[in-house]
């Protein structure tokens, strides 16, 4: 049964249980020079593309997404919505809230277009 592989984490408060050895989640660590150097790479490798900060969630920390101009994408954990707005100006493309603005429809298509059957 799942909560037998669970433990206590010490030293938060409400002692919640999270699963042993897990990497992902809101506190996760990130390297921030991979997530710059993948981000950098891509959009240099792209057109016309526009990041979009997604908030975290209970089982995920912030993201940045970039989509390009055909809508394809890529997503990587930035941590704080500020660290994802930062990195969006230090890659000199437009930067949105994607709880203002929504997905555009060009990622949708994109992922019609592209889905694994």
Known sequence: MAWWRRRKNSGESGGSWTPRGRKDGPEMAI???????????????????????????????????????????TRRAVGTPRAGFELGRLLQIPVYDVNQTGYPARMREWNRRNKKS
């Open 31 to 73: 390297d921030h020079k991979a997530v710059r150097a993948h981000m950098e790479g891509w959009v240099a490798s792209h057109k016309g593309v526009e990041a979009y900060v997604e908030p975290a969630t209970n089982v995920s920390t912030t993201t940045l997404i970039l989509i390009a101009t055909d809508g394809e994408w």
